[in-house]
């Protein structure tokens, strides 16, 4: 069973912190994806990996950094947390190629700021 | 950049009834098709696959695609209580990593 662990299910973070939210996949996934969904907004893409220390923009970047130092594991960054950040994060992994499309979800992570 | 139209509201369907759900997308050469289901607090899962124009049936759920029209639906047949959930559409295009999800479709199954 492939497994996207997130490491943590609720935040509370004040405006200005530093957020991470971690991300650990067990089946040797080349991809990873770090997603966002908001009520009325759908699942909107954040960054993602395809390698290690690679990575692209997704649609809504800004506010965000990401790192993925190993295969298995991809962090996302908010270096300054606004409100307008709340939402609940979905981390993902897939295969690279054909499989590139069958994404495997973590549990998310509801962040809420204040 | 990729869209990806899931309209209408809620759909509620009684027991045993078929649920449809249908999904437009703007660019004309996305490939590979998906439906992701939801359920309330989960996390998103995949449930079918196209890749073809016509059919493709998996147990009592049906994906349809017509890339001339460029859209494709999802019918349930007999729905269960247990189908209620929020079914995502995705939509790729060839050798890209990215995929782009409609915003969902909400469906109700009423015992």
């Known amino acids: 069973d492939v497994k996207v662990t997130q490491s943590s299910r609720y935040l509370v973070k004040r405006t200005g912190e530093k957020v991470f939210l971690e991300c650990v996949q067990d089946?040797?996934?080349?991809?990873m994806f770090w997603y966002r969904q908001d009520p009325g907004l759908g699942l909107r893409l954040i960054y993602f990996?395809?390698?290690?220390?690679?990575?692209e923009k997704g649609d809504i970047p800004e506010g965000y950094s990401v790192s993925r130092e190993k295969k298995e594991r991809f962090s996302l960054i908010l270096e300054s947390a606004s409100t307008n950040q709340t939402s609940m994060y979905l981390c993902?992994?897939?295969?690279?190629?054909?499989?590139?499309?069958?994404?495997?979800f973590g549990a998310g992570s509801r962040l809420t700021v204040l | 950049q990729k869209e990806v139209e899931q309209n209408s509201g809620p759909l509620s369907v009684p027991e045993g009834a078929i649920a449809s759900l249908n999904c437009t997308y703007s660019?004309?050469?996305?490939?590979?098709f998906f439906w992701y289901r939801q359920y309330s607090g989960k996390s998103p899962e995949l449930i079918m696959s196209?890749?073809?124009?016509g059919d493709k049936e998996d147990g009592r759920f049906t994906a349809q695609l017509n890339k001339a029209s460029q859209y494709v639906s999802l019918l349930i047949r007999d729905s269960q209580p247990s189908d209620s959930a929020t079914y995502l559409c995705?939509?790729?295009?060839?050798?890209?990593?990215?995929?782009?999800f409609g915003k969902g479709n909400q469906v109700v199954v009423i015992p």
């Open positions: 660019d004309r050469v996305s490939q590979s």
């Open positions: 995705a939509v790729n295009s060839y050798g890209n990593n990215r995929l782009a």
């Open positions: 993902a992994s897939s295969l690279k190629g054909y499989g590139a499309n069958v994404l495997t």
């Open positions: 089946m040797d996934h080349e991809n």
């Open positions: 990996s395809y390698d290690v220390k690679m990575k």
């Open positions: 196209i890749y073809s124009n």
